[in-house]
């Protein structure tokens, strides 16, 4: 049973950093793609960042392209979402997936598995 769990928000003031995890089991982790996305209260889920099974080609969406990082470690089964200089309009729940092979899109609906989530609200 495939299960990703993700960790790491919270509630930060405007200009501040968050860290995110997601720790992913029952498959082979380094041949699926990892994606990012995030919803706010009353929008849909939308994109944020995604990286390829070897971690050498990530994407990112444009309103946090040079503040966000994602990075990932295979041997530890893990997909990271690294979040610098935040903004309040980053508030939403985020939520890691993975996508069997390689992907370099960003639809929500083409990726295959989902955490339940974590909130991250940035306050002003």
């Known amino acids: 049973q495939v299960q990703l769990v993700e960790s790491g928000g919270g509630l930060v003031q405007a200009g501040g950093s968050l860290r995110l995890s997601c720790v992913a089991s029952?498959?082979?982790?380094?041949?699926?793609?990892m994606g990012w996305f995030r919803q706010a209260p009353g929008k849909e889920r939308k994109f944020v960042a995604v990286i390829s099974g070897s971690g050498g080609n990530t994407g990112y969406v444009n309103s946090v392209r040079g503040r966000f990082t994602i990075s990932r470690d295979n041997a530890k089964n893990t997909v990271y979402l690294q979040m610098n200089s935040l903004k309040p309009d980053d508030t939403a729940v985020y939520y890691c997936a993975a996508r069997r092979g390689t992907y370099y899109g960003n639809n929500p609906n083409d990726f295959d598995y989902w955490g339940q989530g974590t909130q991250v609200t940035v306050s002003s």
């Open positions: 029952g498959r082979t982790f380094s041949s699926d793609t």
